[in-house]
Nanobody, 122 residues
């Protein structure tokens, strides 16, 4: 089970940190990632991290602004988002899966959490 939290309303240029608590099968042995879906758009991958946390992947538009991390002792995944822009407004989902690569992230997650809304005002 995956439980995302930390979304909210923030002004452009601001920051938010999302968290995703994992339990059961989706704990430390799974690679994990963040996805987002804006209104009227397809879901897109934001970032992913290997199960040990030693490898990360970022979508191009997120590089330099977002940082993914995990704390396996707490079974928690994080996404630090800085320099937020209105186009970052979306529902953000955490996910877990076995298939991961530093060049492509988490293409086919096995488990999904519920989303958390992030709204960036201009």
């Amino acid at each position: 089970q995956l439980q995302a939290s930390g979304g909210g309303l923030v002004q452009a240029g601001g920051s938010l940190r999302l968290s995703c608590a994992a339990s059961g099968r989706t704990s430390s042995s799974y690679n994990m990632g963040w996805f987002r879906q804006a209104p009227g758009k397809e879901r897109e991958q934001v970032a992913a991290i290997s199960w040990r946390g030693s490898s990360t992947y970022y979508a191009n538009s997120m590089k330099g602004r977002f940082t993914i991390s995990r704390d396996n002792r707490k079974n928690t995944l994080y996404l630090q988002m800085n320099s937020l822009a209105p186009e970052d407004t979306a529902v953000y989902y955490c996910a877990a899966g076995l298939n991961y690569g530093s060049g492509y992230g988490l293409p086919h997650p096995d488990y999904w959490g519920q989303g958390t809304q992030v709204t960036v005002s201009s």
